[in-house]
């Protein structure tokens, strides 16, 4: 059983992001942090090749940023990290880090199952993982909110969706794609021992060369960023009785036009 995690780098929730006057996205010398929805794909990994004996890989697309998130894979207790970058895949669309993605899968070859978070963070979306899936022509299992049985033999699995109109069991022939929600598992914490070994681990990295792919003819493309615009709040502080200070509020709620 082999399970493969694709994870990045992303700016911390609660980092301010600003558009520069280059157009460039910034978000000043806040850390960056392993993308929060990838926590719960690494922790699944780690305990489905566990429960099977197998192996977990974990890859990232994209700078030598990336590579944060691949060491902190590798001292939660992944065996191993590869990161794909190539200058084809710069400003290209999710179709492009599908394509790669997949490339990977085909040369790790032995790949069961890939589990991805809900979503990246930072660009908001999930397509991607779809892609992935579509790319390999495997089965794509998304907002799974628990495991509920893998037959390593039989090479299939059975999982919980959770969907907006409840809960859905499913089952599907292995390998996989799978997408994973909050609350599926308990994100553990990387040991002192984990953090010193992949600290001195060397990623390699694989071009789309390596890969034997190329970058497809981009199907979208982002033409500028801007910043919101800034909101005007006026703060008006209501003092008197309680009963005065709602005769003032309704008042002005009716002055807004919010009533």
């Not at 207790?77 to 794909?84: C, K, M, V």
């Not at 992949?198 to 982002?222: E, F, N, T, Y």
Request: aromatic share 6%; with cysteine; net charge neutral.
């Amino acid at each position: 059983m082999h399970v493969v995690v694709f994870t990045r780098s992303t700016p911390d929730t609660a980092a301010k992001v600003e558009v520069k006057g280059d157009g460039s996205v910034s978000w000043g010398d806040a850390a960056t942090v392993v993308n929060p929805w990838d926590e719960y794909a690494l922790e699944e990994a780690l305990l489905q090749a566990k429960n099977a004996g197998g192996k977990t890989s974990v890859i990232a697309v994209g700078p030598e940023m990336h590579n944060e998130a691949l060491k902190h894979s590798l001292a939660l207790g992944f065996d191993q990290a590869y990161r794909i970058e190539d200058a084809a895949l710069d400003e290209r669309d999710s179709l492009a880090y599908a394509s790669a993605a997949a490339a990977a899968i085909h040369k790790l070859g032995d790949v069961d199952l890939v589990i991805c978070g809900k979503e990246s963070v930072d660009v908001g979306t999930d397509q991607h993982t779809y892609q992935i899936a579509r790319k390999l022509g495997w089965t794509m299992l998304s907002y799974v909110s628990k495991i509920l049985a893998v037959d390593y033999g039989a090479k299939t699995i059975k999982v919980e969706r959770m969907l907006e109109q409840g809960k859905q069991i499913v089952s599907s022939k292995l390998p996989a794609v799978i997408s994973v929600m909050k609350g599926i598992n308990e994100p553990r914490y990387p040991s002192f021992m984990g953090i010193r070994k992949a600290s001195k681990a060397v990623i390699p990295v694989w071009s789309l060369a390596d890969l034997g792919a190329s970058a497809p003819a981009a199907r979208s493309k982002v033409l500028a960023y801007k910043n919101l615009p800034i909101r005007e709040v006026q703060t008006m502080m209501i003092t008197g009785t309680p009963e005065e200070q709602a005769a003032v509020l309704v008042e002005q709620l009716l002055k807004e036009k919010v009533l």
